[in-house]
């Protein structure tokens, strides 16, 4: 507590805490590279697709939990709601992002240009995401994609 403010601290919170970081931390590198490559069979398997999709940060040195997706020319928007109706949950921003209407100040800091801020979704893994998982997604994108698929310019 440093003199700041008189207490006892929390001990078990201090134990769980350090547990928590011990487990997160168990099998770190073989956890990224299994989600590394379900990263990457997404993005091959989504720019098989269709032409208009491309991956804006692949470039840069990203987090193998994250694909940053962009659709030119339909909105994510649209997309998210054929995906939904899937049972295939994903977003078209962040959390921090996720109130924003029109301009997103975090695209324009990234890069994007205005006129795809609305062409963008985001697709999240986890440690535990499985291949099925992926597999089921991605059949799931090519339905939609062959749904509305005309759409897309």
Same mark, same amino acid.
């Given at each position: ?26 099998? /770190? ?6 989600? $590394?490559?379900?990263? #990457? !069979?997404? *993005? =091959?398997? /989504? ?6 999709? $491309?991956?804006?940060? #692949? !470039?840069? *040195? =990203? ?91």
């Amino acid at each position: 507590e440093k003199g700041l403010r008189a207490s006892t601290p929390a001990t078990s919170l201090i134990l769980a805490l350090a547990k928590a970081c011990e487990l997160s931390f168990a099998d /770190l590198d073989k956890n990224m590279a299994r989600v $590394s490559e379900l990263k #990457e !069979e997404i *993005k =091959t398997k /989504l720019a098989s697709f269709h032409n208009n999709i $491309s991956y804006p940060f #692949e !470039e840069r *040195k =990203t987090s193998p939990y994250i694909l940053c997706v962009q659709f030119a020319g339909i909105a994510s928007d649209v997309l998210m709601r054929h995906l939904e109706m899937k049972q295939i949950m994903i977003s078209s921003s962040t959390a921090c992002s996720a109130k924003i209407k029109g301009k997103n100040p975090l695209f324009v800091g990234l890069g994007i240009d205005e006129k795809y801020h609305k062409n963008i979704l985001r697709i999240s893994l986890g440690k535990s995401t499985t291949k099925e998982e992926v597999d089921a997604m991605l059949d799931g994108f090519k339905q939609v994609i062959d749904e509305i698929g005309f759409l897309i310019k």
